[in-house]
């Protein structure tokens, strides 16, 4: 899909902005479309963060990123160490190092980050035996809700953006937009999604949207759903 958008000599039509059917899913911020393609098609390494409140679309760049790359990893931050990011980037041929929420990583981990965005080289040292790696033309993107949790070192790597939260109406429309591209869903199916995430389970993060949109084949079944999420707990783990 990406290389599609690039190729010279190609015989399709491109009616829109490659940037724009790149991240088809999301609703406005034409401007940071551009920003991130031109990132992402750069020579340099680089580091690029988005921050906000939920319901910004921030993930949806990553997400967006992860499915239209090569050489992606995405890492959630509420769940890793840097020793589990370390082994990751030794481990693999890394180009586009993808952290959502970036602040959840405890600032020791944050501080491994440090010298490799810097430098573009991943060192460890264990008992006195220490291994590097290369990352040429690494990029990292990288998302944020409290910018102010990050370590001022780290945060200082990277060229940081404040995206706005959405309204309602935005938010329709980008669960719209998602849901039919991810899993052909209905804007009925969607409208009805975004409707109870918004008011009956008080959240404005698309997480929540895709976690029920999973799980569900109807309008009934979303009722049934967010139901039993309000009784027993969290869709984080669906």
């Known amino acids: 899909m990406f ?53 910004s679309s921030k993930t949806i760049f990553l997400m967006e990123m992860m499915k239209g790359l090569d050489n992606t990893c995405y890492i959630d931050c509420t769940n890793t160490t840097g020793a589990g990011l370390i082994d990751r980037l030794f481990n693999n041929d890394i180009q586009y190092l993808l952290l959502d929420e970036v602040e959840k990583m405890i600032k020791k981990d944050q501080n491994v980050l440090l010298n490799t965005i810097e430098t573009g080289m991943l060192t460890e040292t264990k008992i006195s035996k220490t291994r590097s790696k290369k990352l040429n033309n690494l990029k990292v993107f990288a998302t944020t809700n409290n910018v102010d949790a990050l370590s001022q070192p780290l945060r200082s790597r990277f060229m940081e953006f404040c995206l706005p939260e959405y309204n309602h109406e935005q938010f329709c429309e980008i669960a719209r937009k998602l849901l ?12 009805e999604i975004v409707k109870s995430v918004w008011n009956e389970m008080n959240s404005k993060d ?12 109807s309008v009934e079944d979303v009722s049934w759903l967010v139901q039993v999420h309000k009784k027993y707990g969290n869709l984080d783990s669906c």
Request: charged residues 30%.
């Open 3 to 55: 290389k599609d958008l690039f190729k010279r000599g190609s015989r399709v039509t491109i009616r829109e902005p490659p940037e724009e059917r790149f991240f088809s899913s999301i609703y406005g911020y034409t401007d940071i479309k551009k920003l991130l393609m031109r990132a992402i098609v750069s020579k340099e390494s680089l580091a690029i963060l988005l921050c906000g409140p939920p319901a």
């Open 180 to 191: 039919s591209k991810r899993l052909g869903h209905s804007n009925q199916i969607a409208d």
């Open 206 to 217: 698309i997480r929540d949207v895709l976690s029920i949109a999973k799980l569900v084949h």
